[in-house]
T-cell receptor, first 113, second 119 residues
Framework: NAGVTQTPKFRVLKTGQSMTLLCAQD?????MYWYRQDPGMGLRLIHY???????AKGEVPDGYNVSRLKKQNFLLGLESAAPSQTSVYFC????????????FGPGTRLLVL | AQKITQTQPGMFVQEKEAVTLDCTYD???????LFWYKQPSSGEMIFLIY??????QNATEGRYSLNFQKARKSANLVISASQLGDSAMYFC????????????????FGAGTILRVKS
């Protein structure tokens, strides 16, 4: 049982390049989330999904897209990376939405030059 | 307006002593949940403790307890008998609402408190 895993662990992009971050969970959780963590600001929700095939915007969705084609995977895409998207990205999942604990992946460190 | 406020950017505590990390929150919902997460220097987010707004007793998990004062809208984390391994960043977070369809169990995080345990 690996829990929540994220790929890649670290990536450097040039401005304008695109990339996809992959999140996978093996806990059969319905809900999945993408957060970003910037210094001094805690974590902020980018997008989330309440089930396979569904996605919704969080607090800071601009510049990102997501897809949840399979229940166990939640993809975060950057179509045209900007230096402001330099951050640490965390994926999380929870069994449902009734206050269940969110379990986090190890994070992806992204640097956009 | 900030929904979660952690007023202590950094704290020091002597090993084996207790420490309280402050968290105040702002919500108009009657049903909400409060969480504490630990982030060590390795970067992962570790769930510590949860308190529901309707829970009458303060939550406890081993050396962690949550001092929940609903009227003051505070949810302070108390760590007893501090250990060197407790040195980390600690985040308070809140989930609002009961309607999953509307809120999706989303968490709002505070800015965090860095705790350093001295030997």
């Amino acid at each position: 049982n690996a829990g929540v895993t994220q790929t890649p662990k670290f990536r450097v992009l040039k401005t304008g390049q695109s990339m996809t971050l992959l999140c996978a969970q093996d806990m059969n959780h319905e809900y999945m989330y993408w957060y970003r963590q910037d210094p001094g600001m805690g974590l902020r929700l980018i997008h989330y999904s309440v089930g396979e095939g569904t996605t919704a915007k969080g607090e800071v969705p601009d510049g990102y897209n997501v897809s949840r084609l399979k229940k166990q995977n939640f993809l975060l895409g950057l179509e045209s990376a900007a230096p402001s998207q330099t951050s640490v990205y965390f994926c999380a999942s929870s069994l449902g939405g009734g206050g269940e604990t969110q379990y986090f992946g190890p994070g992806t460190r992204l640097l956009v030059l | 307006a900030q929904k979660i406020t952690q007023t202590q950017p950094g704290m020091f505590v002597q090993e084996k002593e207790a420490v309280t990390l402050d968290c105040t929150y702002d919500t108009s919902d009657q049903s909400y949940g409060l969480f504490w997460y630990k982030q060590p220097s390795s970067g992962e987010m570790i769930f510590l403790i949860y308190q529901g707004s309707y829970d009458e007793q303060n939550a406890t998990e081993g050396r962690y307890s949550l001092n929940f004062q609903k009227a003051r809208k505070s949810a302070n984390l108390v760590i007893s008998a501090s250990q060197l391994g407790d040195s980390a960043m600690y985040f308070c977070a809140m989930r609002e609402g009961v309607n999953d369809g509307e809120y999706g169990n989303k968490l709002v995080f505070g800015a965090g408190t860095i705790l350093r345990v001295k030997s």
